[in-house]
């Protein structure tokens, strides 16, 4: 009898020992994580591979920056508001995320930026109705417009993606669906899944890591 109950005793405790251990590691953004390092190889000679200076015109029509992004974590894609197939869902996402970052009280300390890679059509007007018509927040949410060529270099040597004209895209333009995440000091920390839920979900927590453990070396 005494042995029964002291093996019910243990049987209790290791219950509650798991489930203890369980509610300790829900909250995975105190997990400490190193993030890789993306672009040339990620790290060579000491040093990580930094997004090249840029300037385009944003909604507005007024200038916009690597000098505006210096110093913040920022995400940025590539789209055209007249796509009909991924952009949308990008878009969608995108948005979404503007909402995660301000329930999280990180909007302004994180920005977003959207390069259009069809130029020729989406001017600055056109990029303020489609950014209005997503409730996007100008302050901190960037939508821009440059030449092709800028546009198109600027996808392929700064976040090492892909935009281009082609005929049997649809819509006539191919483009990467992916969100890149770059740090405080310009350097590229994730490539994620513009169209997936999940994903941008990761995304959230793996931005929330580089806001407390990262220094701006700016």
Same mark, same amino acid.
């Not at 369980?22 to 390092?37: G, Q, R, V, W, Y």
């Not at 890149?180 to 169209?195: A, E, K, P």
């Given at each position: 009898?005494? &042995?029964?109950?002291?093996?019910?005793?243990?049987?209790?405790?290791? %219950?509650?020992?798991?489930?203890?251990?369980?509610?300790?590691?829900?909250?995975?953004?105190?997990? =400490?994580?190193?993030?890789?390092?993306?672009?040339?190889?990620?790290?060579?000679?000491?040093?990580?591979?930094? !997004?090249?200076?840029?300037?385009?015109?944003?909604?507005?029509? !007024?200038?916009?920056? #690597?000098?505006?992004?210096?110093?913040?974590?920022?995400?940025?894609?590539?789209?055209?508001?007249?796509?009909?197939?991924?952009?949308?869902?990008?878009?969608?996402?995108?948005?979404?995320?503007?909402?995660?970052?301000?329930? =999280?009280?990180?909007?302004?300390?994180?920005?977003?930026?959207? $390069?259009? %890679?069809?130029?020729? #059509?989406?001017?600055?007007? %056109?990029? =303020?109705?489609? &950014?209005?018509?997503?409730? &996007?927040?100008?302050? $901190?949410?960037?939508? !821009?417009?440059?030449?092709?060529?800028?546009?198109?270099?600027?996808?392929?040597?700064?976040?090492?993606?892909?935009?281009?004209?082609?005929?049997? &895209?649809?819509?006539?333009?191919? $483009?990467?669906?992916?969100? %890149?995440?770059?740090?405080?000091?310009? $350097?590229?920390?994730?490539?994620?899944?513009?169209?997936?839920?999940?994903?941008?979900?990761?995304?959230?927590?793996?931005?929330?890591?580089?806001?407390?453990?990262?220094?701006?070396?700016?």
């Amino acid at each position: 009898m005494i &042995a029964e109950k002291l093996q019910n005793k243990i049987n209790i405790s290791i %219950v509650l020992c798991l489930c203890f251990g369980l509610f300790a590691c829900t909250d995975s953004t105190e997990i =400490k994580k190193d993030l890789p390092f993306f672009g040339e190889g990620g790290i060579q000679d000491g040093a990580a591979f930094t !997004v090249p200076k840029f300037s385009f015109i944003n909604q507005d029509s !007024v200038e916009t920056s #690597h000098r505006d992004y210096q110093g913040h974590v920022y995400v940025t894609d590539f789209f055209f508001t007249t796509c009909p197939s991924i952009c949308p869902i990008m878009s969608s996402q995108m948005s979404r995320l503007q909402g995660l970052l301000q329930n =999280k009280e990180l909007w302004g300390e994180v920005k977003l930026l959207s $390069h259009t %890679v069809d130029p020729e #059509h989406d001017r600055p007007s %056109v990029l =303020k109705a489609y &950014a209005e018509r997503l409730g &996007a927040d100008l302050e $901190h949410w960037n939508f !821009v417009w440059g030449s092709q060529d800028d546009l198109y270099d600027q996808a392929r040597y700064g976040y090492f993606m892909t935009a281009l004209e082609s005929d049997t &895209a649809a819509g006539g333009f191919f $483009h990467s669906d992916n969100f %890149v995440l770059i740090d405080q000091n310009m $350097h590229i920390r994730g490539y994620y899944d513009g169209t997936s839920t999940k994903d941008v979900d990761q995304l959230l927590l793996d931005i929330e890591y580089l806001v407390k453990h990262i220094p701006n070396e700016q």
